[in-house]
Structures are given as C-alpha cells and as structure tokens.
C-alpha cells in the first residue's frame, strides 16, 4: 500500500454533525460513533478540536509496547505460595507422603 493509498484510507475527519473532528480508518472512527468516507488529513493529533477518546486511542496504538505481541502481559507478584507443596523440602503438604523420608 503506498502512502498516498493510506492517506486516503485514515486520518483525522470532520462529520458535518460531528462538534469534535475523528480519526477514521477505513470508514469507521476509532471511538466508534461515527462513519465517515469524505476527505481525511493526515497530522494534526493534537488538536484541541480532536474527540478525546480517538486521540487516547490512537496515542494507544502509536506507544511502544511494554511486552512483546503475542505475549501476555505480566502478571503482579502474588503474596505466599499458592501451591500446596513445597520445593523446599520435597514433600507434598496434607498427603501420606509427608512423613515419608527423602
């Protein structure tokens, strides 16, 4: 796709009825509210006159990642062991095997 192609296809767009100007692609705005297929300009991202959801999401999409695609992002630390054994001293907690010797 060249540049002119994507040009046409995305970009900040002013519904007639719109108060606010949207960043569409392929016809659609980002926040979902409008369908627009006039004309799109390129730039322009922070503009007071901007709806604030699309900016948020396209600044979203725009921002390196923190984990690689594909991935899902880490998880926060957990406070003690979830597990019921322990790698520590080789035995199943609650079982028969508890008193048995390593």
């Known amino acids: 796709m060249t540049d002119e192609e994507k040009r ?8 007639m009825p719109a108060r606010k100007a949207h960043y569409f692609r392929m016809g659609k705005s980002l926040c979902g509210s409008w369908i627009f297929f006039g004309r799109l300009t ?19 999409e725009r921002s390196p990642r923190t984990s690689h695609p594909g991935q899902p992002p880490a998880l926060p630390a957990r406070a003690g062991n979830p597990y019921p054994y322990s790698l520590s001293d080789g035995h199943f ?5 508890q008193g048995c010797p390593t």
């Open 8 to 15: 046409l296809l995305e970009g900040w767009g002013w519904p």
């Open 93 to 97: 907690k609650g079982t028969r095997a």
């Open 42 to 60: 390129q730039g322009n991202d922070d503009s007071p006159d901007n709806c604030p959801t699309c900016k948020r999401k396209l600044a979203k």
